[in-house]
């Protein structure tokens, strides 16, 4: 590997050519001419952008702008040669090499954006997005996740997805490490959104339980999309990393492959993520389907928990809380309530003949699929109000929620928030205050970003019937 390093020593800057792990050997000319092509129909742009987020990891900074700010002469090619392929790195961060070799993982995360980015654009025609039905979609959710080699079969369901806040605190952080370290000593595996905080700790925990065990061929496994991948950069544990086209994607992947799912406490990526799955147990043909669903943290964050909680039923009716379980301070009972109804998973899926590796009975309706552009027009259009089937409502809430994930860490989300001022979220009046209410928590609570940049500033605007306020 022929590398230089430029810069000065504060901000050392590497250019290397390497060849790439973990098993991309071969690309077409049309692959490798798309992702050199800079053009709004090429890949290139994409590309850097996530190669840049690979290289960055360990990066406490959650503004997609600043990475690209920072290594603005940052590039990356791919090149063919006779013996395979080459990534050419050009004024790439130095913290990804050691002695001029680059770190063995964040090469072969390189290797996951290469394969998930060419995959996407040359294997999937793009009217397959637009025209797919629901279970057209859902087969390309399980085309990539094959392409990517993360199902595996033979295996009893042992996959727990742990979903929370990238912005928590230390003792919530260290809470998710001790939840993971029970996890880990049951031999289960992890997936996450693959960042920092809450999708870091549990993997972290039951990296040192794996080890005690003797256990090997562990995957923990990240699940993110180009909105999201530059804001929360890959954790170092990550050792399967998955790029999806767009966040609904992201999240149908999450619970085709998870077979039990633990909420730490987090902010509105993680109500988000709530409400998207809420919505789909509550589906009436979801009703009979298993599907583990705990909400634990520390005792400091109980608080949180209430708040959720008190959230779901004003929003979804007391019904909704038959489908989760709040465990506080409590790892290894969290741990043991998630063996439980994993047995249940396993159970069902046997007598209905379904896939371990594979949620395929879940029924996941079509609205649920389609991505959701959160602008101006879009937001200000949600229809949240209690009239409608709860599954229903639950989406729209889900997209609130992402609306404001957008205008807190996505490029295009924040561009839009500095044109036209805030999103305007309206509906429901006494759903409208409960949300009003979450949300200022939330600011309150530091959630919304992560802490030692500005003061947090709203990107939105919650309709009140006598005045109107945001957080």
């Known amino acids: 590997m022929n590398v230089s390093y430029t810069g000065s020593a ?28 800079a053009s709004s129909s090429g890949l290139h742009a994409l590309l ?39 990534i050419e790195l050009s004024n790439a961060p130095a913290q990804a090499f050691v ?16 394969r998930d980015i060419v995959y996407v654009a040359t294997q999937i025609a793009p009217r397959e997005f637009t025209e797919a039905g629901s279970e057209g979609l859902t087969q390309i959710v399980f085309e990539i996740l094959r392409n990517a080699r993360i199902l595996r079969t033979h295996m009893d369901p042992n996959l727990v997805v742990c979903w929370g806040g990238h912005s928590i605190s230390r003792h919530e952080y260290d809470y998710t490490k001790a939840v993971g370290y029970q996890l880990g000593l049951r031999m289960l595996d992890i997936c996450t959104g693959c960042g920092p905080g ?15 065990q003797r256990r090997r061929r562990n995957r923990y496994i990240g699940i993110t999309e180009p909105g999201i991948i530059a804001a929360e950069s890959p954790n170092p544990i990550v050792n399967h990393l998955m790029i999806m086209p767009d966040i609904e994607k992201r999240l149908e992947a999450f619970v085709r492959t998870g077979h039990g799912i633990i909420v730490f406490p987090g902010g509105v990526g993680t109500a988000e993520e709530i409400l998207y799955l809420l919505g789909i147990l509550l589906h009436p043909e979801n009703r009979e389907i298993p599907f583990p669903l705990i909400f634990s943290g520390p005792a400091r964050s109980a608080a949180y928990f209430e708040q959720i909680d008190r959230f779901l039923r004003l929003a979804l009716g007391d019904a909704v809380a ?52 959160p602008n101006h027009e879009a937001m200000a259009n ?31 989300g924040m561009r839009a928030i500095e044109q036209h001022g805030p999103f305007h979220i309206d509906g429901d009046p006494e759903i409208m205050r409960a949300l009003d209410t979450l949300l200022k928590a939330f600011v309150e609570q530091q959630r919304m970003k992560l802490p030692g940049g500005t003061a947090y500033e709203p990107c939105y605007h919650v309709a009140q019937e006598e005045s109107a306020t945001s957080a």
């Not at 077409?28 to 092509?37: H, I, Y």
């Not at 994993?342 to 209905?352: A, G």
């Not at 003949?353 to 552009?373: G, R, T, V």
Request: charged share 30%.
């Open 10 to 37: 504060g901000s050392n800057t590497v250019s290397a050519r390497i060849s790439p792990a973990g098993g991309l050997d071969i690309l077409s000319r049309n692959e490798v001419a798309r992702l050199r092509d």
């Open 48 to 86: 850097r952008r996530c190669a840049l987020a690979v290289l960055t990891s360990g990066s406490l900074s959650d503004d997609p702008r600043s990475m690209l700010e920072l290594y603005p002469d940052f590039d990356i090619e791919v090149l063919q040669q006779e013996r395979g392929i080459k």
């Open 99 to 114: 002695d001029g070799q680059i770190i063995r993982g964040i090469n072969e995360l390189l290797v996951a954006v290469v």
């Open 198 to 212: 809450a999708m870091k700790g549990p993997m972290k925990g039951a990296t040192i339980a794996h080890a005690k």
């Open 322 to 373: 038959e489908r989760y379980e709040i465990i506080i301070d409590d790892p290894a009972a969290v741990s043991r309530s998630m063996v439980r109804g994993l047995e249940k998973v396993r159970n069902y899926r046997l007598d209905t003949k379904d896939a371990f590796f594979f949620n395929w009975s879940l029924h996941i309706p079509y609205e649920f699929q389609q991505p959701f552009a």
């Open 382 to 412: 949600l229809r949240i109000h209690r009239d409608r089937p709860r599954h229903e409502l639950a989406a729209d809430l889900r997209r609130a929620f992402s609306g404001i994930v957008a205008g807190n860490v996505k490029e295009e």
